[in-house]
Nanobody
Framework: VQLQASGGGVVQAGGSLRLSCEVSGGSFGLYSMGWYRQAPGKQRELLAT???????NVADSVKGRFTISRDNAKNTVYLQMNSIEPEDTGVYYC???????WGKGTQVTVSS
């Protein structure tokens, strides 16, 4: 199983990004997925999860700004990031929940 996260980059505060995580080598539709963030000097935190029936949960810290979604036909989970703030800077990881399969992470840097 491999998870490939992409879509990070440098964005101005107030802007938007969409991160993608494509999963290969496994039954994508049978697992819940999650997005995590590790900000500089901080522990990795869970931002959002999506279940096999696409039920979602979003952390209070990003609620109203970030949205998680999935496309089972493309084996891909997305994180739509809107109204981005400087505090959103960090490395973003996707994970197959209930397993130890992680993506390698994609860097998001927010300029103010």
């Amino acid at each position: 199983v491999q998870l490939q996260a992409s879509g990070g980059g440098v964005v101005q505060a107030g802007g938007s990004l969409r991160l993608s995580c494509e999963v290969s080598g496994g039954s994508f539709g049978l697992y819940s997925m999650g997005w995590y963030r590790q900000a500089p000097g901080k522990q990795r935190e869970l931002l959002a999860t999506i279940g096999i029936a696409s039920r979602t949960n979003v952390a209070d810290s990003v609620k109203g700004r970030f949205t998680i979604s999935r496309d089972n036909a493309k084996n891909t989970v997305y994180l739509q990031m809107n109204s981005i703030e400087p505090e959103d800077t960090g490395v973003y990881y996707c994970k197959r929940l209930g397993t130890e399969y992680w993506g390698k992470g994609t860097q998001v840097t927010v300029s103010s």
